[in-house]
Structures are given as C-alpha cells and as structure tokens.
C-alpha cells in the first residue's frame, strides 16, 4: 500500500479518503454546492470509515490518538513512493487532518485532470501513419508486357502510369516510395573531319547521370489518388561548371485514377514514339553523332517526334492522360513557358495501341515560338508526326521500327518568310535486341537515318542539304539482376552541303566517327 502511487490505490482507500475529504469540507464551512463532485461508493464495497456527523458549530474533531491511527489506515503514498507526514502531527489542532486530506484529494483530481489533458494533447499530435518504401517491383506496371527482360524497351516505362502506388489493405493512405537509376559511361571516340579547315580529332569522356526520386502519394477511396514525383539529378561530366553537377529531372503533380485515367501538371516527358534501341543512349555524345569542335550546329540531329517529348528549360507542361482499357493509352499533352525564341507553346497528342507482343504508337506534335514583344510578328512554327511500330517475342526478341517527319518555319518581325531558317527534317531507322541462351546476356543493333533540307538556294538552284547516318552493336550482360554492364561500338557519318553561289563542283563535306562506350548502370 505504501509504495503504490496514488491512482493505483484499491477502492476501499479511496472511498475512505473521501470520508475525510468530506469532513475537511465540513471543517472548512464550504456550501454544499462548492464540495467536489464524488461518485458515492457502490453497495458491494464496503466504506472503512465516514464522515463525524455535521453540528450547528461544525464537526467534532476525534481525539488525535485515534486521528493519527485512522490517518495511517487511510492516507497512501505519494507519487515518490515516500510515506506522508505521521498523522499526530497533523492532528494538533482541530480539524486539521480533514483539511489535509482536501487538500490531497483536490491536488490528486488536478494531477489526474492534467493527465488526462496531455493525453488528449498526445493523442491530437501523433503524426497519421504513413508507409516509408523502396519502390516494390508492382510499382513498374508490366501488364501488356513492355519487353523482354532487361531490353532497351524494358527500361522505357514514360507511357505507363507509373510509379504505380495503389493503396494497401488497410491503413495508411500516404505512400512516400524512394527509387531511382544511375549510370556511368567511359567512352572514347574519334571524329575524321571533312572540312578542309579542320583537323580530326579524339576525345575520352566520363558522363554519367545518377539519380533519386521520392514519390509521395495519397490514396482516395475508389482507387483515386494524388500523387507527386522530384527526380534529383547528379551529373558526371569534363565540364565542371557547377550547374551541371547538381539539378532536377522530373519534378510534377497528378491527380487522378488508378488504371483509369489523371491529370499531370509540371516538369515531365511525354511518351515516347520512336525509340533507338541499347545504342544512342539519351545525354550521351554518341547520340550527337559525327559531330566536331566546329561543325555541332551543322549536324542535323534525329527526329522522332521529340520537339516536345522532352523536358525542357524555362517551360512546364500540362498533360491529360487515358490508360482504360490496358490496351489503350492516350496523352494529350501541352508545354509553355519560354525560350531564347520568345514564347514557347506547344501541343502534342500521343496514342499507343499496346497488345504486348505487338505495339503501335503514333502522334503529332504542334509548336509555336512568338515574339514576346507585343506588335511583333516574329516566330517559330513547328509541326511534326511520327510512329513506330514494335514487336516483342518474350523473353527473346524485341524489334521495331519508326518515321518521323518534321517542317519548320521562320518568318520575322515583318511576318516574312526566312527561307535560309525553314527546313524539312525526317528520321527512320529501326532497332533490334536479342537475348541469346544465357539468360542474363543480351546483343542489339540499330541503323537510323536522318535527312535535312532548306530552302536557301544557291545561285545554281541547289538548296542546302544534310544527312547523318547512325548505327551501333551493342553487348550486354546483367549481373546479380541489378548492375547493367553494356558496351556500345557505334559509327556515324554526316554529309554537310552549305550554300556555295561561287562553285558549281562543291556538293559539301563528310564526318566520320567511330566511338566505344562502356555503361554501368544501375536501376534501383
């Protein structure tokens, strides 16, 4: 009894400690309408002691002998475990040990009113629960099937709804999922120069792009959801300029349904149309092709529907998403913002007819870059269609092929045509992967072919032309399931025509490259 804190005390104390509570009351010539509310004792436990009866001239104060008697049957131990005051002490005058136990009993309620207060405070606190995940395999949907284990077009997941991070039974709503994939390449490659005032050249490169997404969603009832996606991005690169070690690749918010339908709105991709294959990695300088120090901006580049496919800078887009039913998935997808051109708005409708072992995709993309400048008539007008159709014999062959074609032109401030900046641009070219025996190896190729004119013609009727041819062989191995070890020879070749009023014998230069690339990569 003596080392039981006060609120673990038996029911017998306590309704004893209430007599003496009332006698202090009494003692104290309190009205009944300020006494503490009690709970009086049930007719199964038995009260150890009672209240003296009240007089006209209060309470009669029982001899201290007996007072301190009762006071040590009565009084428990404090919360510290130690023994109260001895009770003759307290019994010296009258009425005193009924003051003294008010005083515990209003000081008890206290402490159990401030008890229950800090629960209640506790309780309001507490965070929701929330799951804390590394991206589970269910998060990266392959229903139809996106390709053949560790293929290029296993790695392509932009025209599914993914991350795919329905809710789980039961609580909580709030999903956080970490993920990611990082990659380095060593590569060397060399360039013959074809323009008689350069020389060639060889250059050894380490890129790399490592990254880290956290993907918080908030799931609905019905499957409806909200979700939010920021890909942090490390670059690894010769050029050390700060703002190419650190940045942000995908960094949006969608609302929507699971399986049905959401609204994206933010830095993102679009879904892919035309794909290259293992060779002609995006962010690689061997998908730049037989470029030199100073022939970059002649080369002309692959198109395959990418004017507005990609992230750009100083623009966000909007884009509007169905995947019901499987087999069918649609984007309608809108970017703005502005460029070195002025404004930049674009729109672009993408469909994929996705039946697993065979895919269409196609779309059309719609750009405008206006002059900022009110009463100007300077712009930019793009508009492009591309498809691609692929193949996929799980778990040993994916193939496919794609066009693209693109038209662009120019006029200036007085809303006049610039034929030297108008020009037609189309890409083909198709890939190829294969899974040998070996479960975990894999070989591919691709050939991709692209085709520039404009329409700046020389004095002998010829416009100015240019052509890049790109092809690569690739080998592959993945080891534990998880580290990608590829290596990529790859040979491009670039015909250049610029305009030559004075030489009817001039039809232009050539580039050739050959590169060798080793990637490590690492998909998490």
């Given at each position: ?11 017998a ?23 503490p ?9 038995p ?20 007072a301190?008697?009762a ?78 284990p ?28 970490f ?15 074809g ?25 609905l ?91 750009g ?112 641009t ?46 690569f ?52």
């Amino acid at each position: 009894m003596k080392n039981r804190p006060l609120e673990y005390a038996g029911a017998a104390e306590k309704y004893a400690l209430a007599s003496v509570v009332a006698a202090g009351l009494f003692t104290l010539g309190l009205p009944a309408a300020a006494q503490p509310d009690s709970e009086p004792p049930s007719s199964d436990v038995p009260a150890t002691g009672s209240a003296p009866a009240a007089t006209d001239s209060g309470p009669e104060a029982p001899p201290p002998d007996e007072a301190a008697k009762a006071d040590q049957a009565k009084q428990p131990a404090t919360k510290e475990g130690k023994e109260p005051p001895p009770a003759a002490a307290k019994a010296q005058a009258s009425g005193s040990a009924g003051a003294d136990a008010s005083k515990l009993e209003a000081k008890a309620a206290a402490g159990a009113g401030d008890a229950a207060v800090d629960k209640s405070l506790e309780a309001a606190a507490t965070p929701p629960p929330l799951t804390l995940e590394h991206l589970p395999a269910t998060a990266y949907p392959n229903d139809p099937i996106v390709g053949i284990p560790h293929g290029s077009l296993f790695l392509v997941l932009d025209r599914m709804q993914w991350p795919y991070m329905p809710k789980y039974a039961g609580p909580p709503r709030m999903r956080i999922g970490f993920s990611g994939m990082s990659w380095v390449d060593s590569s060397v490659r060399s360039v013959k120069a074809g323009a008689p005032t350069e020389k060639n050249q060889t250059e050894y490169r380490m890129q790399g792009r490592l990254t880290l997404r956290a993907t918080p969603v908030y799931n609905l009832p019905n499957d409806w959801f909200v979700q939010s996606n920021i890909e942090f991005v490390g670059n690894v690169d010769q050029d050390h300029s700060p703002s190419d070690y650190t940045e942000i690749d995908d960094a949006w918010i969608r609302v929507g349904k699971w399986k049905f339908f959401d609204l994206q709105v933010g830095r993102m991709q679009g879904f892919e149309v035309y794909h290259f294959g293992m060779g002609l990695d995006l962010n690689t300088f061997e998908r730049r092709g037989a470029v030199t120090q100073g022939t970059s901006s002649y080369v002309v580049q692959p198109y395959g529907l990418t004017d507005l496919w990609d992230r750009g800078l100083s623009n966000g887009a909007i884009a509007l998403h169905w995947y019901y039913p499987k087999w069918l998935r649609l984007e309608l997808l809108a970017r703005f913002g502005v460029s070195g051109k002025g404004n930049d708005i674009g729109l672009r409708p993408v469909a994929v007819l996705d039946l697993g072992w065979v895919k269409l995709k196609g779309g059309y993309e719609r750009r405008l870059q206006p002059s900022i400048y009110q009463g100007n008539d300077a712009r930019v007008e793009t508009q492009g269609l591309g498809g691609e159709l692929q193949f996929v014999l799980n778990p040993w062959v994916e193939f496919g092929g794609g066009y693209g074609r693109r038209v662009l032109d120019t006029f200036d401030e007085n809303d006049a045509p610039t034929a030297a900046a108008c020009h037609t641009t189309y890409t083909y070219g198709g890939f190829l992967n294969v899974r040998p025996y070996l479960e975990d190896a894999m070989i591919g190729f691709g050939y991709h072919y692209t085709d520039w004119e404009d329409f700046n013609f020389d004095a002998f009727g010829r416009p100015e032309t240019r052509n890049h041819t790109q092809m690569f062989g690739a080998a592959q191995y993945t080891l534990w399931d998880t580290l990608y070890i590829k290596y990529v020879l790859a040979y491009s070749q670039a015909h250049i025509y610029n305009q030559n009023n004075s030489d009817p014998t001039d039809t232009g230069f050539d580039n050739k490259s050959f590169s060798h690339r080793v990637r490590l990569m690492m998909p998490f």
